[in-house]
C-alpha cells in the first residue's frame, strides 16, 4: 500500500511538474502530512523528485530546461540549499534591483523570492524561468554563451552590458572555496562576469553550502574581503565562521 502510494505521488508529480504538500493532502485526504512528507523524502532518495519549500518538483520538470547534469546539481545537498534560499529572499526587498547568478543555489533562490515588485538581473535560464511565473518581479536575461552545467550565460561582452545597468545587491554561489584561493568556478568566461557583476554592486552576498568548503576549482573570481555577506547552512564550520567574522563579513 505504501509502495503504491509513493509511485502514485510519483506519477502525479511527473504530469504537473510541481505540488504543495497541501496539494497532496487534497488528493490523499486519508494520509497525514507526516506520511507524505516521508513520502516525498523517500522519492527524493530515488532520485525521482527535488524537494523545494512546501512541496515537491519532479526531476523530469527540472529535466525539461536543465538536462541532466544540471538536474543532478540541483538534487545534491537540497536541505542547505533550501536553508541558504530563503535566507537570501529574506534579504530582496520591495523596489530592489538585484543580480543573481545561474547556480543550483540560485535557482532555489528564484522559487523563493516573494512576488513582489523588484528588479531581477540573472544569467540563469532554469532561474529567469522559475522567476518568469511570478507575476510582479521584472527579468532581465544577460546573454551570452550558454554553458550546459549549470544553465548559465556569459560573454565578454557582459562588462559592457553592465556598464549602462545599475543593481544595488548581486547575490551569488561559488562551486568551492579555500581560505587561500578564495570562491572558485569552472569557467574562465563566468568568473569574468562574476568580477564585473562584483564592480558594478554596493552589496555582494555569497552564498556557499558547507560541501563546497576545501575544495579548488581553475578560476577564482573573488577572495573573503570582496563580499559582503556570506549565506550558508548550519553545518558551516566555526573555524571558517571566525575566519570571515574576523574580515568584518557578516555570516547568516
Known amino acids: 500500500m505504501k509502495r503504491e502510494r509513493i509511485e502514485e505521488i510519483a506519477e502525479i ?10 496539494q497532496l493532502e487534497e488528493i490523499f485526504p486519508n494520509v497525514s502530512q507526516m506520511t507524505l512528507r516521508r513520502d516525498l523524502f523517500q522519492l527524493e532518495e530515488d532520485g525521482r523528485i527535488i524537494r523545494i519549500r512546501g512541496g515537491a518538483m519532479s526531476v523530469k520538470e527540472v529535466q525539461k530546461v536543465s538536462g541532466e547534469a544540471y538536474t543532478k546539481k540541483s538534487a545534491l545537498n537540497t536541505d542547505a540549499k533550501i536553508i541558504i534560499a530563503q535566507k537570501a529572499a529574506a534579504l530582496i526587498d520591495e523596489g530592489s534591483c538585484v543580480f543573481i547568478d545561474g547556480g543550483t543555489t540560485a535557482m532555489y533562490l528564484s522559487k523563493e523570492i516573494p512576488d513582489r515588485n523588484c528588479t531581477i538581473f540573472t544569467n540563469g535560464i532554469a532561474v529567469a524561468m522559475e522567476l518568469a511565473q511570478k507575476k510582479n518581479v521584472n527579468i532581465t536575461v544577460v546573454g551570452g554563451q550558454l554553458m550546459k552545467d549549470n544553465l548559465s550565460t556569459s560573454s565578454p561582452a557582459s562588462k559592457d552590458y553592465f556598464a549602462l545597468t545599475n543593481f544595488e545587491i548581486a547575490i551569488v554561489s561559488a562551486t568551492a572555496f579555500t581560505p587561500e584561493q578564495g570562491f572558485s568556478c569552472n569557467s574562465q568566461i563566468e568568473s569574468d562576469l562574476l568580477k564585473s557583476v562584483f564592480k558594478k554592486a554596493r552589496q555582494v ?8 568548503i576545501g575544495k579548488i576549482n581553475p578560476y577564482t573570481f573573488a577572495k573573503i574581503q570582496d563580499i559582503d555577506v556570506l549565506i550558508t547552512d ?6 571558517y565562521k571566525k575566519i570571515f567574522e574576523d574580515n568584518n563579513i557578516v555570516v547568516m
Open 13 to 22: 508529480l511527473d504530469k504537473r511538474g510541481k505540488m504543495t504538500l497541501e
Open 234 to 239: 548550519d553545518h558551516f564550520p566555526k573555524e
Open 205 to 212: 552576498y555569497m552564498m556557499l553550502d558547507s560541501s563546497k
